[in-house]
């Protein structure tokens, strides 16, 4: 009698490592964290190259994807505001990788729910389910759970809207605060030239940041990961030492050799100040409600993920000092 044969959907048995991959849709790929996320798949061989779907926007036949395509990679057309070009890039795939969108347009002015950059999520999402993933990792950000933050309003209804799905599994991975995104915490800091000795904030709490290389690969070991350990979870991925607004201006003046000092304010100050010094009113509102979130300790979260999925490929955390100190003298 001939041996039971079965056959197992958009999966592949890797015949270097006897492991079992499903074919892995990735979106946001040209962007920072997703970049840093194929970088480490592919660096680290997490998953097979064949095995590998980059969803763009952009035009899937430009030259600049045929170094990847060489290495097996697929690049297919995806975009947010046609949900069907989803569908068909994400088909065949067995997990999504979601990165939130960049249109921080949409979120101003207080949409309501579902018209915020959540609604381009769902979208996605749908269309996923529809094309027959199985399981979608998205990326969220590192903030509590009740969060004001204005930042965090889309993020925290993508996550209620996966929560309830009933076929699809998810994994929400709370990035931490990017080390390199720190200019933008201290008060729209211009690393080209700025010459204030005092940065104009509306409020200042501990940040446990992480650098962007160290959260793409811990995030590629997650969405690469064959078990089921993820599912159902929302994971924090966040450095193990903190550091206020107040200690950066410290670092950067000890750097610049000139003193630079925090000066905090109320929201409606904060608001106008910048608003005065040419940034868009709606945009630099929407930016404001970040510093409650920092004053409420909402960036301390004392989680140790980031550090052992590093640790277990014998990497260290970039501390945030290293990388502020490289961007200042660059």
């Known amino acids: 009698m001939l041996p039971t044969i079965t056959f197992l959907p958009n999966i592949i048995l890797s015949p270097k490592s006897q492991l079992i ?8 790929t040209t962007g920072k964290i997703g970049g840093a996320v194929l970088n480490s798949i592919l660096r680290e061989n997490l998953v097979p190259a064949d095995q590998l779907v980059l969803c763009t926007s952009s035009d899937p036949n430009n030259s600049r994807w045929d170094d990847l395509k060489a290495k097996g990679v697929q690049v297919r057309f995806s975009k947010y505001e046609d949900p069907e070009s989803m569908v068909k890039a994400f088909k065949g795939c067995t997990k999504l990788f979601l990165v939130s969108s960049p249109s921080i347009a949409l979120d101003l002015n207080n949409p309501p729910p579902g018209e915020g950059r959540e609604k381009s999520h769902i979208d996605a999402i749908k269309a996923a389910q529809k094309a027959g993933v199985k399981h979608i990792y ?18 925290l209804r993508t996550e209620a809207f996966l929560s309830e799905m009933k076929d699809v599994k998810f994994t929400a991975i709370r990035e931490g605060l990017y080390n390199e995104s720190w200019p933008l915490y201290l008060g729209y800091y211009d690393l080209k030239g700025d010459d204030r000795n005092e940065i104009v904030v509306a409020g200042d709490g501990p940040i446990e940041w992480a650098s962007i290389p160290d959260l793409g690969y811990a995030t590629a070991l997650i969405v690469s990961d064959t078990s089921s350990k993820y599912e159902g979870k929302t994971i924090y991925l966040t450095g193990n030492e903190a550091l206020a607004l107040v200690d950066i201006a410290k670092l950067v003046s000890t750097i610049k050799g000139k003193e630079i000092t925090t000066k905090l304010v109320s929201r409606k100050e904060y608001e106008d100040y910048y608003t005065q010094q040419g940034k ?4 630099v509102e929407w930016w404001s409600t970040t510093y409650a979130a920092l004053e409420a300790g909402e960036c301390v979260v004392h989680d140790s993920t980031l550090h052992d999925l590093l640790k277990s490929r014998g990497k260290d955390l970039e501390p945030a000092q290293k990388t502020i100190r490289a961007m200042l003298s660059s």
């Open 280 to 283: 868009e009113r709606a945009s």
């Open 21 to 28: 991959f499903a074919m892995l849709a990735l979106t946001g």
């Open 138 to 155: 998205y990326t969220s950000l590192a903030f509590g759970d009740k969060s004001g933050a204005g930042v965090m309003r889309a993020h």
